[in-house]
């Protein structure tokens, strides 16, 4: 019984105490929550901040663009034709580097004619060979040489001679040697 008692007597407390903690909980939020003439003065002064950065920013933006402006007027004609000539000197490197690729593409489809394939596939390997790519280099290589075997194969069939079938009809002449040995 007593201990019924005492766990009652628990159960109050905690009760007092939950009580206690929600009206806490309460009167701290009636105190944090701001009124609506606060919230507005705050939106201002965010709304002047945000024009005040924007105002900054914009500025900057032209003051960059004014002195890129300065740079390039202050570059001597010495400059502009040392530029010039480099823009040049690259795009020379390039119409080298294409001649370059389209000479070893052509030679390598010299060698793939040569060894037998057909010019699509020959060209079709050259890329491949000048991009690395071997494994397409092989896979053409036994395409070539399937269909080199298949015209082969056609062209054995086409030189046969037709097979010759006895009919029956005519009678065999017996071999004068076997003829002998036997003497039939």
Known sequence: ????????QETDNEEVETKEEVQETEETEKKE???VEELMAELAKERAEREKLKTSLNKASSDVAKYKKQLR???TAEEAAEEA???QEEARNQYVKDLEYKVKKNEAMARYA????????AEKTAEAELNGDMDTVNANYQ????AKIKAAEAEWIKSRPDIQ????EEKEEEDPF???FTGK
Do not use: C, F, V
């Open 33 to 35: 929550t701001p009124t």
């Open 1 to 8: 019984m007593d201990e019924t008692i005492i766990k009652n």
């Open 114 to 121: 040569n060894a037998g394939m057909d010019a699509d596939l």
């Open 178 to 180: 076997i003829k002998g």
């Open 143 to 146: 395409k070539m040489m399937a």
């Open 73 to 75: 007027t202050k570059q």
């Open 165 to 168: 079938t006895g009919s029956g």
């Open 85 to 87: 000539k480099k823009e």
